[in-house]
């Protein structure tokens, strides 16, 4: 009997031995071949799943694809558009003597082009209606038919304050040396100069007239100082190291135009580096246009001179600005200006006036057939790079 239950007792320990190796084995099948076969059928059938709702979706349909064609050829229209509208602009703009660009070293043009300069200025002079304060000398004795000095400076006062605005022909503009050189003519490299100058001074004339015509229009008053709301051209002067504001630390160059962009700027690293980022935030790319920096100060009446900024950089030209400042004239702070043509605060009028300064960027574009003082042939070659560069997407 004992040796019957031994050998069903060995049986049955063999056959639950038998059993738990199984479920081992099929435990360890499971966890090591079937779970993660599972995971990787489900993340399948999910990506089946995605791929088909991509397939039957808008995102890469052939209608949206050819909309997507549509939009990048008529982005090409504008862009060409943007530089024939560009080209048409500099071609409307004639240079103050013909012949002269792009490439004549005609000595005769040359002269003639300083007093063009100068009858330039004559010209916005008369844009603005402009003159210089005068007074005539005191001498302490009486004058003709019992005149006496006081009457006299009184009467000049009354006779200057008849301008729209105060400016000093050869004081408040953009005049090289050369202009006053009797002898030598201006060097090609300072005829193009001086021809940027000019259409850049034109701008600027432009907006500040339009403006004292507007006001004085709109309020139907008098063309006078005392009614105009800027009041005075104090200074426009071109350049880096002009364009820059009083008392400030603004960084700049000693070059003429804003450096010349290349990538290893963007990143500090090598490469040219240029001012601090600005409003405008642009570099010169010879070849497509040249960033040349101005700096204006002028005399208006306190409340328009938001008015003076949006037109500025809010008219059909190629200015931006990119830093003004504001300064309260009084009674006490006119008298410690020296830079001021008027002899008496009250040239001005009576309202609030205030000294601005404004800093600002022109763009000189050198596209081919656009501007008569660019070098076409040079032009022609790196507007060739800029529109690589472009396309490359640079």
């Given at each position: 009997?004992?040796?019957t239950?031994?050998?069903?007792?060995?049986?049955?320990?063999?056959?639950?031995?038998?059993?738990?190796?199984?479920?081992?084995?099929?435990?360890?099948?499971?966890?090591?071949?079937?779970s993660?076969?599972?995971?990787?059928?489900?993340?399948?059938?999910s990506?089946?799943?995605?791929?088909?709702?991509l397939?039957?979706?808008?995102?890469?349909?052939?209608?949206?694809?050819?909309?997507?064609?549509?939009?990048?050829?008529?982005?090409?229209?504008?862009?060409?558009?943007?530089?024939?509208?560009?080209?048409?602009?500099g071609?409307?703009?004639?240079?103050l003597?013909?012949?002269?660009?792009?490439?004549?070293?005609?000595?005769?043009?040359?002269?003639?082009?300083?007093?063009?300069?100068?009858?330039?200025?004559?010209?916005?002079?008369?844009?603005?209606?402009?003159?210089?304060?005068?007074?005539?000398?005191?001498?302490?004795?009486?004058?003709?038919?019992?005149?006496?000095?006081?009457?006299?400076?009184?009467?000049?006062?009354?006779?200057?304050r008849?301008?729209?605005?105060?400016?000093?022909?050869?004081?408040?503009?953009?005049?090289?040396?050369?202009?006053?050189?009797?002898k030598?003519?201006?060097?090609?490299?300072?005829?193009?100069?001086?021809?940027?100058?000019?259409?850049?001074?034109?701008?600027?004339?432009?907006?500040?007239?339009?403006?004292?015509?507007?006001?004085?229009?709109?309020?139907?008053?008098?063309?006078?100082?005392?009614?105009a709301?800027?009041?005075?051209?104090?200074?426009i002067?071109?350049?880096c190291?002009?364009?820059?504001?009083?008392?400030t630390?603004?960084?700049?160059?000693s070059?003429?135009?804003?450096?010349?962009?290349?990538?290893?700027?963007?990143?500090?690293?090598?490469?040219?580096?240029?001012?601090?980022?600005?409003l405008?935030?642009?570099?010169?790319?010879?070849?497509?246009?040249?960033?040349?920096?101005?700096?204006l100060?002028?005399?208006?009446?306190?409340?328009?001179?938001?008015?003076?900024?949006?037109?500025?950089?809010?008219?059909?030209?190629?200015?931006?600005?990119?830093?003004?400042?504001?300064?309260?004239?009084?009674?006490?702070?006119?008298?410690?200006?020296?830079?001021?043509?008027?002899?008496?605060?009250?040239?001005?009028?009576?309202?609030?006036?205030?000294?601005?300064?404004?800093v600002?960027?022109?763009?000189?574009?050198?596209?081919?057939?656009?501007?008569?003082?660019?070098?076409?042939?040079?032009?022609k070659?790196?507007?060739?790079?800029a529109?690589?560069?472009?396309?490359?997407?640079?």
């Open positions: 009997m004992m040796e239950i031994k050998r069903h007792a060995f049986l049955l320990g063999l056959a639950a031995g038998v059993v738990a190796i199984s479920l081992a084995v099929v435990l360890m099948v499971y966890f090591v071949y079937v993660p076969n599972e995971a990787t059928r489900r993340l399948l059938s990506t089946r799943s995605r791929a088909t709702a397939r039957k979706g808008k995102m890469f349909s052939e209608d949206l694809v050819n909309q997507m064609a549509e939009q990048v050829g008529r982005r090409k229209k504008q862009y060409d558009g943007l530089l024939g509208y560009v080209k048409s602009l071609a409307a703009r004639k240079p003597i013909e012949g002269l660009f792009p490439t004549s070293t005609d000595v005769n043009l040359r002269h003639r082009f300083k007093a063009a300069y100068d009858e330039a200025l004559g010209r916005f002079m008369k844009r603005l209606g402009a003159g210089t304060p005068t007074l005539p000398v005191r001498t302490g004795r009486r004058r003709g038919k019992g005149e006496t000095d006081d009457l006299a400076l009184a009467e000049a006062r009354q006779e200057y008849k301008f729209t605005m105060f400016v000093h022909p050869k004081q408040s503009f953009e005049r090289p040396s050369w202009v006053d050189d009797p030598e003519p201006p060097s090609p490299e300072e005829a193009r100069f001086g021809q940027e100058d000019i259409w850049l001074m034109e701008d600027i004339v432009e907006a500040i007239a339009r403006m004292n015509d507007d006001v004085l229009k709109n309020k139907n008053a008098t063309p006078v100082v005392a009614n709301p800027v009041k005075e051209l104090i200074e002067s071109i350049g190291g002009s364009a820059t504001l009083s008392d630390k603004m960084q700049s160059t070059e003429r135009y804003r450096p010349v962009y290349t990538p290893a700027a963007r990143g500090g690293f090598g490469g040219q580096e240029g001012r601090a980022p600005t405008s935030g642009r570099y010169s790319k010879h070849g497509f246009y040249i960033v040349l920096p101005w700096r100060a002028v005399v208006v009446e306190a409340r328009y001179a938001g008015e003076l900024i949006r037109r500025l950089k809010g008219g059909e030209t190629f200015l931006s600005v990119e830093a003004w400042s504001m300064n309260p004239i009084t009674a006490t702070s006119f008298e410690q200006m020296r830079n001021l043509t008027a002899n008496l605060r009250d040239d001005y009028g009576k309202q609030g006036i205030a000294y601005v300064e404004v600002g960027e022109s763009l000189v574009f050198q596209l081919p057939g656009g501007r008569v003082a660019t070098l076409v042939t040079a032009a070659a790196t507007a060739g790079e529109a690589e560069k472009k396309t490359s997407g640079e």
